[in-house]
Structures are given as structure tokens and as C-alpha cells.
T-cell receptor, first 116, second 113 residues
Framework: GAVVSQHPSRVICKSGTSVKIECRSL??????MFWYRQFPKQSLMLMAT?????????EQGVEKDKFLINHASLTLSTLTVTSAHPEDSSFYIC????????????FGSGTRLTVV | DQQVKQNSPSLSVQEGRISILNCDYT??????FLWYKKYPAEGPTFLIS?????DKNEDGRFTVFLNKSAKHLSLHIVPSQPGDSAVYFC????????????FGKGTLLTVNP
């Protein structure tokens, strides 16, 4: 079935640095990629929607200058957390809609970001 | 405003018994509902979905029931197995299966041997 490969699985970075998270669709083309963030004991919250070849759409309250999204090809979308702070520590997950009937969406395996 | 609510943060059942996970929603525009299973430090994996034109969908041990008038859906797992222990998320979307999802907070299911 459709697979979304997400890297890195976990990253620890210093406060003030930037971190890039990649999501690649394998064996299918992802014209759209959804980026979620999950804090402990909370639901997955949609941060932004990226579309290949156009600007990402950000949800209310999400700083577009802080969370840079690039969707330069049909198989790769990236999220860069710029000038990371400890409060950005969270679990980030990408998801792409697929055409595989009942499945609808395929999620990446997630990235655990810890900012120290 | 939490449009998708899973009011039980946890549920514990015995192996072989039925697990019932509940989900309520407030947005009447939602027309597609999905259940996902998630293990720690992993992305969610799809379990089962249901369109708003149906009231039941079954797939092996998993059945999802939808009560549109009550804006309520439930996931039944029978018989429950220890490997079912995970966090289960209810999600909903507007406009079919390829639009953004709104998730509940999840319910931690523990199936005891």
C-alpha cells in the first residue's frame, strides 16, 4: 500500500537552531500533505496543508514564518521549524491523502522533536 | 472548540470481551469518519471508516456505528486482543476522504490477558 516515509524519527536540537523534517511519498504522488502536531495527551492538531507547487495554507494560530513548509515535488514535502524553542518540542506527523479506496490517508511515522 | 470529542481518555477490557470506543462530534458538515490506531512514537494507522450515508461498517473484528441524529459514532472491537492495546483516534472530515481531518484526543485502550 501507499507509504509515507518521514525522517528523522527523533531529533534533539538546541534552542535557536532550525530543524527540517522530511516526508516522502513512496509509490504514489502526494499533491497534498497535511502537517500535524501532537502535544502529550492531546489530539493531533492540523498545523498546515502543503500543496505541490503552491504556498502552504496555515491553520489559525500557526506562525508561517516559524514553520516553513516546502512542497517542491509530488513526492517530497518538508517542514522546517526555525529558531526552535523548548515550547516547540512536540510530535510532528505528516499525512497524505491517497486514492486507495477506504484508506483515505497515509501517515508518516512521526518525528519527536525535543528542543533543549 | 473541540469539534470531535472522545470523552473517555482510557478504557480497560479483558481479552476476548468487546471494546467499545465512543466519539461525538459537533460539526454537522462532517460527512466522513475514520478511526485510527496509534502506538507510542509512531504515526497513526488506519483502521476503519464510514461515510455519513451509512450507519454501520464492518471489517473483521472492527465495526463502526454512526448515529447522525445524535452526532455519535462508536468503534466496536470483538473479540478484543492484547495486541489491540493502543491509542485510538476518531477523526472526521468534510467533503469526502481527501480533505483535512479533525481528530479527537484519543482513547487509550488496554486489553488485559
Amino acid at each position: 500500500g501507499a507509504v509515507v516515509s518521514q525522517h528523522p524519527s527523533r531529533v534533539i536540537c538546541k534552542s535557536g537552531t532550525s530543524v527540517k523534517i522530511e516526508c516522502r511519498s513512496l509509490d504514489f504522488q502526494a499533491t497534498t500533505m497535511f502537517w500535524y502536531r501532537q502535544f502529550p495527551k492531546q489530539s493531533l492538531m492540523l498545523m498546515a496543508t502543503s500543496n505541490e507547487g503552491s504556498k502552504a495554507t496555515y491553520e489559525q494560530g500557526v506562525e508561517k514564518d516559524k514553520f516553513l513548509i516546502n512542497h517542491a515535488s509530488l513526492t517530497l514535502s518538508t517542514l522546517t521549524v526555525t529558531s526552535a524553542h523548548p515550547e516547540d518540542s512536540s510530535f510532528y506527523i505528516c499525512s497524505a491523502p491517497t486514492r486507495e479506496g477506504r484508506y483515505g490517508y497515509t501517515f508518516g511515522s512521526g518525528t519527536r522533536l525535543t528542543v533543549v | 472548540d473541540q469539534q470531535v470529542k472522545q470523552n473517555s481518555p482510557s478504557l480497560s477490557v479483558q481479552e476476548g470481551r468487546i471494546s467499545i470506543l465512543n466519539c461525538d462530534y459537533t460539526n454537522s458538515m462532517f460527512d466522513y469518519f475514520l478511526w485510527y490506531k496509534k502506538y507510542p512514537a509512531e504515526g497513526p494507522t488506519f483502521l476503519i471508516s464510514i461515510s455519513s450515508i451509512k450507519d454501520k461498517n464492518e471489517d473483521g473484528r472492527f465495526t463502526v456505528f454512526l448515529n447522525k441524529s445524535a452526532k455519535h459514532l462508536s468503534l466496536h472491537i470483538v473479540p478484543s486482543q492484547p495486541g489491540d492495546s493502543a491509542v485510538y483516534f476518531c477523526a472526521a472530515s468534510v467533503g469526502g476522504s481527501n480533505y483535512k481531518l479533525t481528530f479527537g484526543k484519543g482513547t487509550l485502550l488496554t486489553v488485559n490477558p
